[in-house]
């Protein structure tokens, strides 16, 4: 696998980051648009006539109208067949819904996620329905997992499992509520002070307890050095809320940049705890305006179930003779606040927070029932300035007793509006890359076409990965000097482990200086793209994105793979390619994703059988190989009877063969080791095409 080793030889590029684009444009604007009547329930059969679209007031023409109603689809087994070899973003994506479910694991208790997880396989047993796009994404920075069902519901069920709440509940006498800490540290409010240090004293953690006659107001707490303990706690309590919170909003930030854009109604689950309204954190209008320009909707899942018994748990001891008569009042006020941040969010955006229940899954059903049927409406603003200023969208039916959610407006292009999110540190990819990563819908500004290589053994455990791509030149903006076109991709990619939740990622700078015979090659052969990893066992989600460096195009693809288990016999992806590499005297195979070729072609399949096992007086491996091709009908157009496969000049078990096809249509490569040791088998199939065109 020397050619591996040739292609990801060097250091990564630094990258200059560029503030991310919203699709939400002036020139063409799309609105997802809920009407329900009395009881809430979604009302289907409506017409463009019925609706009446105004920009700042003024009635816009509606160019395109798109009914969506999902009510009549029903779940459907996960299909049998496995993924695509190769993945592309030139496939039409249909009208659907997505919901990204955003797991707030930094504000979550581990009871609280559990709940959460139960309420969440309910969702997608029971509300989903097929072509629905979910997205699983943690906030404390784990692995982003993306399935369309309900093909996908098992992987996703699988990553939810490896999310974990990483709140620990504060059993402590000297706990202190977030709010509370918010309240004295930022506000000097005297009453939180006073409820808090009553509290403590109840405990017996500062000065004597208060002293306080039954039915009379509140007399003053007599606590020397207290008040100077409890303001330190809340310092420190506040601070830690404070960060916790403001990567919890940059997380939903980043959130309502991945469901931006694509073509459906998109709706944004925040599955937390809740946390705090802190006017500190700029945060929560970034929220706010990037879920406008994103046109989504966020729903506040509030994991801690009913509050009056969590109350009635609390560990207060509540003495008659000596509680004042609005303690308990107080302690309740404080309980219900310590969501209010995430409560706001949901009713701010549009949507609704589903809290004060144990039936999670119920208020899941609600979210699921509102977007159930749905009616998407675009049409050109009158107003085409490209001035950043935020244009308001009013959606009227022209029906009598029936609600209309939609929503509230974007931002125009230009302008210097801040970004949900903030630039990247040194080291992470820009806003720009991790939307089109993040993005379950593919970002279609420059075609792809993406194939996922699981190759030979690399360190111990682990296995050589090759992300082969390539890219469409025609979509490119490059200088042409009279001489040669010149210009520069910056490719981002990023894997994600399915059971433990690790993100793995790679950015290449590819520099074009593309003469004429160049420019011919890769207008039919695309341009080359090779992300490498090693990666040990395991289910995999790789997401690969590029950037047009001169205009800021974008595309993007996401394919889900399979490393096995490696002590058993395997053969490796074939690389079946047309394209080669000189190293040396010889000539090394290219992945490429390519695979339709010419008639007359000459191909050469490159593979290596691993896991094999060893014996016999020298100690090698003893394996035979034996390779079909086949038409798509199951005729065998040419085969190689069972041969030997030697080892290489490294020890390794590595094959090569070539064929040419001369008669167009689609065929497949079957090739088929058996270890003559141990019996065992292991095969793969390659697919292509020989097209004329």
Known sequence: ?????????????????????????????????????????????????????????????????????????????????????????????????????????????????????????????????????????PTAGGAWWSSRMIHGRDDLVAALQAVRGRRLPDTRAERMSDHEAMLIETKRDPEALSHVSERFALHGLIGPGPSLEEDTDRAPLDLGQGHILVRGGASA????????????????????????????????????????????????????????????????????????????????????????????????????????????????????????????????????????????????????????????????????????????????????????????PPGEAPPAALAALDAANAARGIPLRMMAYVLGAATAGHATVVLAAEADPAALDLEDDGAAQKGALETFSSLAARDTGAVTRRERLVELDLEPETR???????????????????????SLAVRDKRSGRVGSVRQDFEVPLLPGLRVTTPILTDAFQRAGEGAVPVPIARRAFAPGTRLVCAFAVEGARRGGDAGDPRVSITYEVRRRDGSVVTRAWPTPLPLDDHGALAGQFSLTLNRPGGYEMHIRARDELSGEQASAIQAFVVDPS
């Open 520 to 542: 011919a090659r890769v207008a039919r052969t695309w341009i080359p793209v090779i992300h490498g990893y090693e990666l040990p066992p395991g289910r995999y989600q790789a």
């Open 1 to 137: 696998m020397g050619l591996v080793l040739l292609l990801l030889a060097g250091g990564s590029p630094v990258v200059v980051a560029q503030a991310p684009r919203f699709p939400s444009e002036a020139k063409r604007v799309t609105v997802d648009v809920v009407v329900t009547d009395g009881k809430g329930q979604p009302i289907a059969g409506l017409t463009r006539e019925d609706f009446v679209v105004k920009e700042n007031g003024v009635v816009q023409s509606v160019l395109e109208f798109e009914a969506v109603d999902v009510s009549q689809a029903v779940a459907a087994e996960p299909a049998a067949e496995p993924p695509p070899a190769v993945v592309t973003n030139l496939v039409r994506e249909e009208a659907g819904r997505s919901f990204l479910v955003v797991v707030d694991d930094l504000n979550l208790q581990p009871a609280s996620a559990e709940a959460v997880k139960k309420a969440l396989v309910k969702f997608l047993d029971v509300h989903v329905r097929e072509g629905d796009v979910v997205t699983l994404a």
């Open 237 to 424: 309590v506040y601070a830690r809320a404070k960060e916790r919170n403001r990567q919890t909003l940059r997380s939903l930030g980043r959130a309502m940049f991945a469901v931006a854009g694509g073509r459906g109604r998109r709706a944004v689950i925040l599955a937390s705890d809740g946390f705090i309204q802190d006017d500190e954190l700029s945060e929560f209008q970034l929220v706010r305006d990037a879920a406008r320009r994103a046109n989504a909707v966020l729903y506040f899942l509030d994991a801690r179930g009913l509050r009056d018994a969590a109350f009635d748990a609390l560990d207060v001891p509540l003495v008659h003779d000596n509680v004042s008569t609005n303690f308990a009042s107080l302690e309740r006020e404080y309980e219900s606040l310590s969501s209010a941040g995430a409560v706001n969010l949901a009713e701010d955006t549009g949507g609704f927070a589903i809290r004060n229940t144990n039936d999670l899954g119920a208020g899941l059903g609600r979210v699921s029932g509102e977007s159930r049927t749905f009616y998407l409406l675009g049409y050109e603003p009158a107003d085409q300035k490209a001035d950043g200023r935020f244009r308001r969208i009013q959606v009227e039916v022209r029906r009598p007793g029936v609600r209309v959610r939609a929503r509230k407006g974007y931002y125009a292009e230009g302008g210097e509006r801040s970004a949900a999110v903030k630039p990247a």
